[in-house]
């Protein structure tokens, strides 16, 4: 197997498994539609993207240094998935369907990466398999494979979200899918304090 399929497996492994990003991006589909959930899979993706240079171009070794920062990033992004639970559990659950609804930032999407302690996982896991020497070529060609394969995935979920938008033209039934959300969103997160 070459390298760059071995990397755009991982990079998919990754990505396409549930987690708290593809959680929203599930929800902001089922709830805006897929071209207004796509801010958020587009900054989702340029946020690990970002982060995924940064760990390969030698953040991780401030962390390593640093092991409260790791710490502090843990429980930042704990609080910030908490936060976004509450927010989708309190939500009444009405659908705006004149189009004007805009859904989660491009910033959100980012920001949720930053603070997500599986984006911070899957960086330093794969920067360590595959370009742990440094080489800045290695570096930037698993970034640029892991920004494709992030952005499919991310997307993947907010076109199921949009999928399921017809069937969820009730109050109660976006209520039911926004709890659910919430509920898994707050699982992970707190599964994240466990590991």
Same mark, same amino acid.
């Given at each position: 197997?070459?390298t760059?399929?071995?990397?755009?497996?991982? /990079? &998919?492994?990754?990505?396409?498994?549930?987690?708290? +990003?593809?959680? *929203?991006a599930?929800? /902001?589909?089922?709830?805006y539609?897929?071209?207004?959930?796509?801010?958020?899979?587009?900054?989702?993706?340029?946020?690990?993207?970002?982060l995924? !240079?940064?760990?390969? &171009?030698?953040?991780? @070794? !401030?962390?390593?240094?640093?092991?409260?920062?790791?710490?502090?990033? @843990?429980?930042?992004?704990?609080a910030? !998935?908490?936060?976004?639970?509450?927010?989708?559990?309190?939500?009444?659950?009405?659908?705006?369907?004149?189009?004007?609804?805009?859904?989660?930032?491009?910033?959100?999407g980012?920001a949720?990466?930053? =603070?997500?302690?599986?984006? $911070?996982?899957?960086? *330093?896991?794969?920067?360590?398999?595959?370009?742990?020497?440094? @080489?800045?070529?290695?570096?930037?060609?698993?970034? #640029?494979?892991?920004?494709? +394969?992030?952005?499919?995935?991310? /997307?993947?979920?907010?076109?199921?979200?949009?999928?399921?938008r017809?069937?969820?033209? @009730?109050?109660?039934?976006?209520?039911? *899918?926004?709890?659910?959300? #919430?509920? =898994?969103?707050?699982?992970? /997160?707190? $599964?994240?304090?466990?590991?």
């Amino acid at each position: 197997m070459s390298t760059a399929l071995s990397m755009a497996a991982f /990079a &998919l492994a990754t990505s396409i498994t549930p987690g708290p +990003v593809n959680i *929203v991006a599930l929800g /902001a589909g089922a709830r805006y539609g897929l071209r207004a959930s796509l801010r958020h899979v587009t900054g989702a993706t340029v946020g690990f993207a970002l982060l995924l !240079l940064l760990i390969g &171009l030698g953040l991780h @070794e !401030l962390l390593a240094r640093w092991p409260i920062l790791t710490r502090a990033i @843990e429980w930042a992004g704990v609080a910030f !998935l908490l936060y976004v639970a509450w927010k989708l559990a309190i939500d009444d659950g009405r659908i705006d369907t004149s189009g004007t609804a805009r859904g989660p930032t491009l910033f959100t999407g980012a920001a949720m990466q930053w =603070l997500n302690p599986k984006a $911070w996982l899957a960086s *330093v896991a794969g920067m360590g398999a595959y370009a742990a020497s440094g @080489e800045k070529a290695l570096v930037w060609q698993f970034a #640029a494979i892991y920004f494709v +394969v992030c952005y499919a995935s991310i /997307a993947c979920w907010a076109w199921a979200g949009a999928s399921l938008r017809q069937a969820l033209r @009730e109050p109660a039934r976006v209520r039911l *899918v926004n709890r659910t959300m #919430a509920a =898994l969103l707050a699982a992970s /997160a707190l $599964w994240l304090l466990l590991d």
